[in-house]
């Protein structure tokens, strides 16, 4: 339903931002197909999945889904691939990951290989410049200006013709999720903004911005063709140029990352210095703006459980990513009586909740879970009388007999503040495919940032640990899934525990 208004609505808006008078201007029958291709592709990337029921479309074809299971051979630029990176089966005690999948070769990938920033003179900050370690605050950073009032106006080069579309999906992302107003140029709109700076798309030899706004005159995106040809491309890019950088350039990045510089080439490594950033938010293995699986994994995870969210996912701009640009463009400064949120959502640009995915209502306090399953668990402040804390069991339904088809159980832990949320899976037993080695149920745990997907497990597990991360200690939320591949017979499901420790005695999941 929202994906028909969407559709409907997005021709007219981009015939809305293109300016018919400027020398960049489409002609009439190369725009009705330019529309043609962004609606395929809406169809492809599923911009609102997040608001809609996110199981809706597996619900629809358990046989397809079950074939991107048992399949040998995957489309690396399988809409699941991201899911089914995630995936751990566990067999006679050993953690296996699926086979046949190769994200190398996705095409979004791929395009890691021709990244690069564009640096100007004025950036001085890399690692290890004496003098600036005062300035630090808290991927944006205090040396990259905003773009006044959040309007980037811009001029699609003739250069760029199969890119244009990626361009123009972009531009329409950042109008649905943030304050971003990227506008094509016209006096009007530097009238509106105050100043001749604008921002040129165009086609030459990488994917690559510079950072932030300079003031007057042309500030470049190059997207190559080919090469450049995604959405992702473009949005990683046009974070860049309105002042975001590489996830893994934080200042805080060395908790979370190793950069083994033995991979990078000399004349590339300035695009993974350290450098002077905010920090707003909790660091994000999976934001767009985060190397991983290309460029020569020059950037290794600390907790390699993890790995599968540095995959470019569906959604694009991860929860995070887009907090950060509510945050760092003040998009929520005129919501007169902001929501409450819970459940680590925040206040949107439309001063609305939005809700880490599992959660909806208008302040995120209704967990999404089946009606007889599933719901908060909440560890109790430890009782002084009491030698040993308690602990709280979580069985799937019906255990220990078979778990049952066609269901989502959740359920989101909570500890008090200064605690952490340890798990411990005593028993579980879930349907896979022995030869593809991936899942056709799971429990996918959500330990790491509760706006991240979690990993998922199944097969048979006696004893395995999770831990809460130390930026989101205190909530955990476990997912049972057996709708994915509905019709597949199902095991007997699992039984957990969850108690709580001090913070500070683990320092993380990953050896
Ligand atoms: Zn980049």
Known sequence: MWRAILLTAIPLLLLGLINPSSENAYLSGERRELFKEIERELERYDFFKRENNEYEKKEDDNDENASVIDDEDVDPDDPDM????????????????????????????????????????????????????????RNFGPNWPNWPKGIVPFVIDSSLVANRKYFLQAVELFHNLTCIRWKPRSPEVEAEVGHKGYTLVRNRTSCSSGVGFSGDGEHIINLMEPGCGSVGVAVHEMLHR?????????????????????????????????????????????????????????????????????????????????????????????????????????????????????????????????????????????????????????????????????????????????????????????????????????????YNLPGQPGVRRCGDIVGEKFFTSVDSPTLMIVTMDTKFAGHKASHKGFKLHFEKEREGIHCSNAP
């Open 82 to 137: 991201q899911l089914l990176l995630s995936m751990g089966v566990v067999e006679n005690g050993v953690l296996k990951h699926p086979e046949g999948l190769h994200p190398e070769e996705s095409k979004r990938v791929k395009a890691e290989g021709l990244y690069r920033t564009i640096e100007t003179e004025e950036e001085k900050d890399k690692e290890g410049e004496p003098g600036r370690e005062k300035r630090k605050k």
């Open 242 to 446: 309105i002042g975001q950088r590489h996830e893994h350039t934080r200042s805080d990045r060395d908790r979370y990352v190793q950069i083994r510089w033995d991979r990078i080439d000399q004349k590339n490594q300035y695009n993974y210095h350290r450098r002077l950033t905010y920090n707003r938010n909790p660091y994000d293995i999976g934001s767009i703006m985060q190397y991983g699986y290309g460029a020569g994994h020059a950037v290794e995870l600390r907790d390699k459980n993890l790995l599968f969210l540095v995959f470019p996912s569906n959604q694009l701009l991860s929860f995070y990513d887009i907090k950060d640009v509510l945050d760092q463009y003040d998009c929520t400064a005129h919501c007169k009586t902001p929501q409450r949120c819970q459940n680590e959502g925040y206040v949107n640009a439309e001063c609305k909740c939005t809700c880490p995915m599992g959660f909806t209502g208008t302040t995120c306090e209704t967990i999404i879970t089946d009606p007889d399953c599933g719901g908060f668990v909440q560890l109790q402040e430890t009782d002084p009388s009491l030698k040993r804390d308690k602990y709280i069991t979580v069985t799937s339904p019906n255990y220990p007999g078979p778990v049952g088809q066609g269901k989502i159980c959740r359920w989101a832990i909570k500890a008090p503040a200064g605690y952490i949320i340890k798990m411990t899976i005593d028993d579980l037993h879930m349907a896979y495919n022995p030869d593809t080695l991936r899942c056709y149920h799971w429990l996918e745990i959500q």
